[in-house]
């Protein structure tokens, strides 16, 4: 049966009133037929699986008493199953079946466990059960050889790393909305009358920005990073996304995760979670790690399996226990002491690994000709462990040795990665915010030196886009070839973000430090008056001064300090450069709008006017005899 077809045929039964077991039967036996010794699952079974789980969603868990024992089944024998891959992959998918198989399961289960408490308990110790399990398997067959020497360690790797690393990525993903995230994978299609094509409905294609923690740099693609800004809209097709990015998972996108304050109802308990993690870090041992690679290795290399994509496999495994780590720990507020310190050492492990994998930065010739991108991968490895860390560190000297090497990043130009930087930027910032100390001794100096001073990455980025039409070049001593956005819109997102941090910064530290903004503020407006805009660092200086002050008339809920930020930009316009006074124009536009006070917005809209004007009057006045020092003019 056509795969489409089979998940309209999902949805229609789940439309019917107590539909009968004979309809829902046609779909169930075509679903994987179990036995004690596992069974043979292709592209058919896949497929059947998902409309049986479609059906089961929407129809209101109808036939619960047949459907959860056949899936709590399935989970128990899914690794002692074979996986037949199709000779030609799908459009646009590179995971094994394996793969996709445990992580559209997975996603599956989670989605029931959300929503059918009677089913919940039952589902998560299966599937805990069944990645310890896994664990054991690959560990042991691994611990004997890491050749493929016979059978039973040819499936192992064949069958088993893959289904393990399908169920890292799905697991302890929940939907925060009505729409199930199996339903974003397979949505429901309305059919085109005028052909034989079909199309989505509007709401399931709409745009959807992610992170890891609050927002999205999608554009550059930077899947699994907790940046919060946004580079662009770029579309998404849920369809396709997780089955050709490798180690992609629902928790890299804001908008599909579960609230926090909501989590409590289907997190794990203490004891599930120990033994999840006690067998987890056992896959973050290096001499593990080796040995799954030369396996992975030895089967690309065999040719045996069709589409196999994976010629190292440790830095997918990697990226899957860190986003796993994160999205259950994220549910379980008040964890004790002991349990985050060994969370914050395997994560700090993975995070020094990953960051000297990343300055070897070894491609082999291979590697180019096989999906997995080892460096990307890395990159997203750290991304996700520096936000792993900022939640796992529990006292202000680990918090402060962690800002220092967030900074210490942040400074390093030889291996420039925006998406990298801005995670660090964002990290300092929530770092502030768990510890204002911290905040006020470190963090607020080092965001401002980057911004203000400013760091040299930025002046370099400036440069590079001047020079080469504003696009980033390899030959650049920049790292930058990877990213896919011009070198002046970096410039501009990593001021956003270096900005955004800052003022949460500040905000915090007011609790130990009342004088903090104030001081700053003073600070940044001195360079603001005396910066001549002569060279290209002091032009950037001046903007992103500008740029700051307006963001944290804003940001600060004080109408005082708003003020002074006020009058700064009216005695200062007309002073510097056209550039400059746009600019205020800008952000003086922003904090008219931004809802600070009536009496704030009148002056600000009073001043605007008069500038307006002004501009009116001049435009009528003979050539040389305009005096721009006129605008300078301070307003009631």
Same mark, same amino acid.
């Given at each position: 049966?056509?795969?489409?077809?089979?998940?309209?045929?999902?949805?229609?039964?789940?439309?019917?009133?107590?539909?009968?077991?004979?309809?829902?039967?046609?779909?169930?036996?075509?679903?994987?037929?179990?036995?004690?010794?596992?069974?043979?699952?292709?592209?058919?079974?896949?497929?059947?699986v998902?409309?049986?789980?479609?059906?089961?969603?929407?129809?209101?868990?109808?036939?619960?008493?047949?459907?959860?024992?056949?899936?709590?089944?399935?989970?128990?024998?899914?690794?002692?199953?074979?996986?037949?891959?199709?000779?030609?992959?799908?459009?646009?998918?590179?995971?094994?079946?394996?793969?996709?198989?445990?992580f =559209?399961?997975?996603?599956?289960?989670?989605?029931?466990a959300?929503?059918?408490?009677?089913?919940?308990?039952?589902?998560?110790?299966?599937?805990?059960?069944?990645?310890?399990?896994?664990?054991?398997s690959? =560990?042991?067959?691994?611990?004997?050889?890491?050749?493929l020497?016979?059978?039973?360690?040819?499936?192992?790797?064949?069958?088993?790393?893959?289904?393990?690393?399908?169920?890292?990525?799905?697991?302890?993903?929940?939907?925060?909305?009505? =729409?199930?995230?199996?339903?974003?994978?397979?949505?429901?299609?309305?059919?085109?009358?005028?052909?034989?094509?079909?199309?989505?409905?509007?709401?399931?294609?709409?745009?959807?920005?992610?992170?890891?923690s609050?927002?999205?740099?999608?554009?550059?693609?930077?899947?699994?990073?907790?940046?919060?800004?946004?580079?662009?809209?770029?579309?998404?097709?849920?369809?396709?996304?997780?089955?050709?990015?490798?180690?992609?998972?629902?928790?890299?996108?804001?908008?599909?995760?579960v609230?926090?304050?909501?989590?409590?109802?289907?997190?794990?308990?203490?004891?599930?979670?120990?033994?999840?993690?006690?067998?987890?870090?056992?896959?973050?041992?290096?001499?593990?790690?080796?040995?799954?690679?030369?396996?992975?290795?030895?089967?690309?290399?065999?040719?045996?399996?069709?589409?196999?994509?994976?010629?190292?496999?440790?830095? =997918?495994?990697?990226?899957?226990?860190?986003?796993?780590?994160?999205?259950?720990?994220?549910?379980?507020?008040?964890?004790?002491?002991?349990?985050?310190k060994?969370?914050?050492?395997?994560?700090?492990?993975?995070?020094?690994?990953?960051?000297?994998?990343?300055?070897?930065?070894?491609?082999?010739?291979?590697?180019?000709?096989?999906?997995?991108?080892?460096?990307?991968?890395?990159?997203?490895?750290?991304?996700?462990?520096?936000?792993?860390?900022?939640?796992?560190?529990?006292?202000?000297?680990?918090?402060?040795?962690?800002?220092?090497?967030?900074?210490e990043?942040?400074?390093?130009?030889?291996?420039?990665?925006?998406?990298?930087?801005?995670?660090?930027?964002?990290?300092?910032?929530?770092?502030?915010?768990?510890?204002?100390?911290?905040?006020?001794?470190?963090?607020?100096?080092?965001?401002?030196?980057?911004?203000?001073?400013?760091?040299?990455?930025?002046?370099?980025?400036?440069?590079?886009?001047?020079?080469?039409?504003s696009?980033?070049?390899?030959?650049?001593?920049?790292?930058?070839?990877?990213a896919?956005?011009?070198?002046?819109?970096?410039?501009?997102?990593?001021?956003?973000?270096?900005?955004?941090?800052?003022?949460?910064?500040?905000?915090?530290?007011?609790?130990?430090?009342?004088?903090?903004?104030?001081?700053?503020?003073?600070?940044?407006?001195?360079?603001?008056?005396?910066?001549?805009?002569q060279?290209?660092?002091?032009v950037?200086?001046?903007?992103?001064?500008?740029?700051?002050?307006?963001?944290?008339?804003?940001?600060?809920?004080?109408?005082?300090?708003?003020?002074?930020?006020?009058?700064?930009?009216?005695?200062?316009?007309?002073?510097?450069s056209?550039?400059?006074?746009?600019?205020?124009?800008?952000q003086?536009?922003?904090?008219?709008?931004?809802?600070?006070?009536?009496?704030?917005?009148?002056?600000?809209?009073?001043?605007?006017t008069?500038?307006?004007?002004?501009?009116?009057?001049?435009?009528?006045?003979?050539?040389?005899?305009?005096?721009?020092?006129?605008?300078?003019?301070?307003?009631?």
């Amino acid at each position: 049966m056509n795969n489409q077809i089979l998940h309209r045929l999902g949805y229609s039964l789940s439309l019917i009133n107590s539909c009968p077991w004979e309809k829902v039967s046609k779909i169930w036996l075509l679903c994987p037929k179990l036995s004690s010794t596992g069974c043979v699952i292709t592209n058919d079974e896949y497929n059947a699986v998902v409309s049986l789980g479609i059906y089961f969603l929407n129809s209101g868990f109808y036939h619960e008493d047949k459907i959860i024992p056949y899936l709590l089944k399935l989970v128990e024998q899914l690794p002692k199953c074979i996986f037949k891959q199709s000779k030609v992959a799908p459009k646009n998918e590179v995971i094994p079946l394996a793969e996709k198989f445990a992580f =559209t399961f997975a996603t599956l289960l989670s989605d029931i466990a959300t929503r059918l408490e009677s089913a919940r308990h039952g589902i998560l110790d299966a599937l805990i059960k069944t990645i310890i399990n896994l664990v054991d398997s690959l =560990t042991k067959t691994l611990s004997d050889s890491n050749e493929l020497d016979n059978q039973s360690s040819f499936n192992v790797y064949v069958h088993v790393t893959p289904l393990l690393i399908g169920y890292l990525r799905a697991f302890g993903r929940f939907s925060s909305g009505d =729409t199930p995230l199996l339903q974003l994978l397979y949505p429901k299609m309305k059919p085109d009358y005028g052909g034989v094509s079909y199309r989505l409905q509007e709401k399931n294609s709409k745009n959807v920005k992610r992170t890891l923690s609050s927002g999205s740099v999608s554009s550059v693609d930077v899947s699994a990073f907790g940046s919060s800004s946004s580079l662009g809209n770029k579309q998404m097709d849920f369809r396709t996304h997780f089955f050709c990015k490798l180690g992609s998972s629902f928790n890299q996108y804001a908008a599909l995760t579960v609230p926090r304050d909501t989590s409590t109802s289907i997190s794990i308990s203490d004891g599930q979670l120990k033994e999840l993690l006690d067998n987890l870090k056992r896959l973050s041992n290096n001499e593990f790690q080796t040995n799954l690679d030369k396996a992975s290795l030895a089967v690309y290399n065999s040719k045996i399996v069709d589409n196999y994509p994976y010629r190292s496999v440790s830095e =997918t495994v990697n990226l899957a226990v860190i986003g796993c780590f994160r999205e259950i720990l994220h549910s379980k507020p008040d964890l004790p002491a002991s349990f985050l310190k060994d969370v914050y050492q395997i994560v700090g492990d993975l995070f020094k690994n990953g960051s000297a994998e990343l300055s070897r930065e070894n491609r082999c010739d291979g590697e180019a000709k096989s999906p997995v991108d080892r460096y990307k991968l890395n990159v997203q490895l750290i991304g996700a462990c520096i936000d792993a860390l900022v939640w796992a560190v529990s006292d202000e000297v680990s918090a402060e040795s962690l800002a220092m090497k967030l900074v210490e990043r942040i400074q390093t130009k030889a291996q420039f990665e925006l998406p990298l930087h801005m995670t660090c930027l964002e990290a300092l910032g929530k770092l502030a915010e768990k510890f204002p100390r911290c905040s006020n001794n470190f963090i607020i100096g080092s965001l401002k030196d980057f911004l203000i001073a400013p760091s040299s990455i930025l002046v370099a980025l400036e440069r590079q886009a001047d020079s080469f039409g504003s696009s980033l070049s390899s030959s650049c001593s920049i790292r930058s070839d990877r990213a896919n956005c011009s070198a002046l819109a970096a410039v501009n997102c990593l001021c956003e973000a270096s900005v955004r941090s800052l003022c949460l910064a500040l905000k915090a530290g007011q609790e130990v430090e009342k004088n903090a903004t104030k001081a700053l503020i003073f600070s940044v407006s001195n360079r603001i008056i005396t910066n001549k805009e002569q060279e290209r660092s002091e032009v950037l200086a001046t903007r992103n001064s500008v740029m700051f002050l307006g963001r944290l008339a804003l940001s600060c809920d004080n109408e005082k300090v708003a003020d002074e930020i006020l009058s700064l930009f009216q005695t200062q316009f007309g002073s510097g450069s056209l550039e400059r006074d746009k600019l205020i124009m800008e952000q003086m536009g922003r904090m008219a709008v931004g809802n600070i006070g009536p009496t704030f917005t009148d002056s600000v809209l009073r001043f605007l006017t008069s500038v307006a004007v002004e501009g009116a009057h001049l435009s009528y006045t003979p050539p040389g005899t305009i005096d721009r020092k006129a605008l300078n003019r301070e307003f009631p």
